[in-house]
């Protein structure tokens, strides 16, 4: 049996232990999108790629759970915005430019929600999830909740320690800006637009106004690639929880990660449900104002954001 076979096998049952009340049918779509239109690039996988191509897909099922799956189309799409929108990066720079342009009245999600329409209708990548989706499934309610889960992955895959979404903003507010949107004086537009985003002097700095830079991000890191940045800070972030906090911390990050809530984190480390929160508190802590100083900051964040859990 072909390695895609044998994680399409996988997946089929997982996700009958997961979502034993979805149809064949849906489960059979939600495991022909995890896997791809691109059966092939399986074919050849050393194990750690495998490795690293198993933990994209589980990375992606995680946010389709977590977040949309089981949600009616309105509270699902109004999850994404208020996860995009919690990241401190994009919020800031949308605060800024509305602040500078001369129409206040626009709030962070009104901004957010013209940038992601724009990536939906304009973006390669978006155009070609959206075509694969239809592919997959005829159920509307599902065609939803697959694509906001795309759209959430690719808005938070890392370039330079930055998440795409920060550069689709940029593109949006250059075309904005041409098409006199935004009415933002032209002195502060181009101060606004060329701001430096990268704060890890060891990394260097990248221009918003680096487009060939971005757009070589762009083509050369896949989905893959993405997953092993993810999976290296997640090592190094369990390794430095069992040197801080001890192993109970290092076992909660994995439990986190698989999907877990806080519920049944307790139940599995065998502790009282309030000692799990106040522990996760401290985590939290220590990720954002310690570890991810250091180390791809956005990414570490979006993991312990405010998303909803539910028990894995």
């Not at 159920?139 to 694509?147: F, P």
Request: hydrophobic content about 40%; charged content about 25%; glycine content about 2%.
């Amino acid at each position: 049996m072909v390695l895609a076979e044998v994680l399409a096998t996988e997946w089929r049952s997982r996700l009958e232990a997961d979502s034993p009340t979805h149809s064949a049918a849906t489960r059979e779509s939600i495991v022909r999108w995890l896997m791809g239109d691109n059966l092939s690039r399986f074919d050849d996988l050393t194990p750690t790629s495998r490795q690293v191509a198993e933990q994209a897909m589980d990375y992606r099922y995680r946010i389709l759970r977590q977040r949309y799956l089981d949600f009616g189309p309105e509270r699902a799409y109004k999850s994404l915005i208020q996860r995009l929108s919690s990241l401190f990066l994009i919020r800031n720079k949308i605060r800024t430019w509305i602040a500078l342009s001369r129409d206040r009245q626009r709030t962070v999600v009104d901004v957010l929600q013209e940038v992601i329409q724009e990536l939906l209708q304009t973006d390669n990548y978006m155009q070609q999830q959206i075509l694969w989706i239809s592919k997959c499934t005829q159920d509307e309610r599902l065609r939803n909740a697959l694509l906001l889960a795309s759209t959430e992955e690719y808005c938070l895959r890392p370039i330079r320690n930055q998440p795409l979404l920060s550069y689709r903003f940029v593109n949006y507010l250059r075309r904005s800006q041409r098409g006199g949107m935004t009415q933002v004086p032209a002195q502060e537009f181009i101060r606004l637009v060329s701001e430096e985003i990268s704060p890890d002097e060891s990394e260097g700095s990248i221009s918003l106004l680096d487009s060939q830079a971005v757009a070589q991000y762009q083509d050369a890191q896949s989905a893959e690639e993405q997953q092993e940045l993810r999976a290296a800070v997640c090592q190094r972030f369990e390794a430095y929880l069992l040197d801080k906090l001890g192993s109970t911390a290092a076992e909660w990050l994995r439990l986190y990660l698989q999907g877990r809530s806080q519920e049944a984190i307790a139940e599995a480390l065998d502790m009282p449900v309030r000692q799990v929160y106040r522990l996760r508190e401290k985590i939290n802590y220590h990720a954002v104002r310690v570890f991810a100083s250091k180390s791809q900051q956005e990414l570490v964040v979006a993991w312990l954001g405010n998303a909803p859990e539910r028990d894995g």
